[in-house]
C-alpha cells in the first residue's frame, strides 16, 4: 500500500475516546459489538476499537484541510478488539470469528465529489484484487444490496475467498464509500479553489486481516501430506521458505 499505491503509514490506537464511535458510525448502530473499557455511559469513555478506521478518521477531525492536499490515503496496522455478539455456530470456532486479531485498513479522504468517490472505490477495491492475484487465491465480490448496509455506508462491495472448509466463500474484505456520512459527523471539511468549506467524503477498505486470511491460504495451499506450501509471493519475507513441515 506504502510503495506500490502511494499511501501514507499511519500508527493508531487500540483505545479511542466514544465521540470517535460516534462520529465513524459505530455508535450507536453497533455498540453492542464493542469492548468498553473506561466509563461507558460517560462522554469521556473509552472503547477498544474493532477496526483501524477509527483513528485514522480521528486524526482530522474537527479540521479543515487544504482541498489541494486531498485526496488523503492512509493505511495501518492495528490490532483490532470485537465481542462478536450473537456470532453462533461453526463460526466461532477457528480461524474465522476471533476477538482479537491484527488488520491492514486503507482509509482516503477525498473531496466531495461522487465521481471521484466511486473512482476511489473501485481503486481500493482493485488493490485487494491485486493482492488476492498475487497470492492466487479465487476469490469474489459481492454487491451489498441496500438491506444489508449499514447507516453510515452509501455502497459497500465485499471480497470473499473461497474456504474449502466452509463448503464456499468466506468474506476476507470489506470495501465501503460513505461519501459525507463520517466527516460530517467528524467535521472534517477541506476549502475548495473558491475559499469555500466542504465537507469531504471518506472510503475504506480492508487490506488484510490476519487470522481469517490465513484460512485460505492454509486450505488452497495444503499439500495431500498435510504440509503447507508457501505461495511463491510470500517466500521472499519467508526467508526463502518454500513449505511448511
Same mark, same amino acid.
Given at each position: 500500500m506504502v510503495h506500490e499505491h502511494g499511501f501514507t503509514p499511519v500508527s493508531v490506537a487500540d483505545l479511542v475516546r466514544h465521540a470517535m464511535m460516534v462520529g465513524t458510525g459505530f455508535f450507536p448502530h453497533g455498540r453492542e459489538q464493542v469492548y468498553d473499557i473506561a466509563n461507558p455511559t460517560s462522554e469521556e469513555g473509552l472503547a477498544l476499537t474493532g477496526t483501524g478506521e477509527v483513528g485514522l478518521m480521528g486524526y482530522h477531525a474537527d479540521e479543515i484541510l487544504d482541498g489541494q492536499s486531498l485526496p488523503r490515503c492512509y493505511t495501518t496496522t492495528s490490532t483490532c478488539f470485537r465481542r462478536e455478539a450473537g456470532a453462533a455456530g461453526k463460526d466461532t470456532a477457528g480461524l474465522y470469528r476471533v476477538h482479537q486479531f491484527d488488520k491492514v485498513e486503507q482509509v482516503v479522504l477525498c473531496k466531495a465529489d461522487e465521481a471521484e468517490s466511486r473512482a476511489w472505490h473501485e481503486k481500493m477495491i482493485g488493490f485487494v484484487e491485486q493482492l488476492l492475484q498475487q497470492l492466487a487465491l479465487p476469490y469474489r465480490l459481492i454487491q451489498c444490496c441496500t438491506g444489508d448496509l449499514g447507516p453510515k455506508n452509501a455502497?459497500?462491495?465485499?471480497?470473499?475467498?473461497?474456504?474449502? #472448509?466452509?463448503? !464456499? &466463500? !468466506?468474506?476476507?474484505?470489506?470495501? #465501503? =464509500?460513505? &461519501?459525507? &456520512?463520517?466527516?460530517? =459527523?467528524?467535521?472534517?471539511? &477541506?476549502?475548495?479553489?473558491?475559499?469555500? @468549506?466542504?465537507?469531504?467524503?471518506?472510503? @475504506?477498505?480492508t487490506v488484510a486481516a490476519s487470522p481469517r486470511i490465513l484460512i485460505p491460504i492454509v486450505e488452497m495451499y495444503q499439500t495431500p501430506e498435510g504440509r503447507i506450501a508457501v505461495p511463491p509471493v510470500l517466500r521472499p519475507y519467508m526467508n526463502g521458505l518454500d513449505m511448511i513441515r
Open positions: 455502497d459497500q462491495v465485499d471480497v470473499e475467498c473461497w474456504m474449502p #472448509s466452509r463448503d !464456499g &466463500y !468466506g468474506e476476507t474484505h470489506s470495501a #465501503s =464509500r460513505l &461519501y459525507d &456520512y463520517q466527516c460530517r =459527523r467528524l467535521n472534517i471539511r &477541506y476549502k475548495d479553489a473558491e475559499g469555500k @468549506n466542504l465537507v469531504a467524503h471518506s472510503l @475504506n477498505n
